[in-house]
């Protein structure tokens, strides 16, 4: 068995200073075992996925087809406005995301993810409020990630930094927890 992930550490860490008792196997709540449990069938699949991949020799090729143009005129427009082509720029930078939890428990991951690098019992509420208003309205992560919507938050009453880390931070979150 792999060690524990900070995440299911911290949930740990924060179950039992909640007052709850932690003493055997059957002391620890199901959603903390589903992180846990999630976690080492992840690492199984990806394990099975490379040694599927290395026993047959290949991988995939990613063929990125660039036209020219005088001074890539298709590209400053999306970074300055066109609406459409600001919209091929977004789903393009949340093409590549990999969230690597099921679409309903990952806010619920990501969240308790910044709430073991912060101490401020009012950051990990407005945290904890972020993932609320997330799963109300249905989010996928990749969906936050490609919006970048802080106002979206901040209008719910989200604090700007804690929405702007909400919104900015997935990324960082999921290449951290692809690696674990």
């Known amino acids: 068995m792999k060690p ?8 740990l860490k924060e179950y039992a ?7 055997t196997h059957p002391d620890v709540p199901p959603r903390i075992l589903d992180l846990i449990y999630a976690k080492e069938r992840e690492s199984a699949e990806r ?4 040694k599927t991949s290395d026993s ?21 427009e999306g970074y300055f406005g ?6 091929v720029a977004q789903t393009k930078r949340s093409d590549d995301l990999r969230i ?46 490609a919006d970048q919507n802080v106002d979206f938050y901040v209008a719910q009453g989200i604090k700007i930094g804690i929405a702007r880390s909400w919104v900015g931070d997935i990324r ?6 692809e690696v674990l």
């Not at 960082?172 to 927890?177: L, R």
């Open 100 to 145: 690597p939890k099921p679409r309903d428990k990952a806010p619920e991951a990501y969240c308790l993810w910044h709430c073991a690098q912060i101490n401020d019992p009012n950051w990990k509420a407005g945290f904890r409020e972020a993932c609320r208003i997330t799963m109300d309205a249905c989010l996928d992560l990749r969906h936050v990630y």
């Open 4 to 11: 524990l992930t900070r995440i299911a550490i911290f949930s």
């Open 172 to 177: 960082s979150w999921a290449d951290e927890v």
């Open 17 to 23: 200073e909640e007052g709850n008792q932690l003493d």
């Open 56 to 76: 047959e020799g290949e991988r995939p090729i990613k063929i990125i087809n660039v036209l020219p143009g005088p001074y890539n005129h298709a590209l400053m």
């Open 82 to 87: 066109s609406s459409s082509e600001s919209d």
């Open 47 to 50: 394990k099975r996925k490379r």
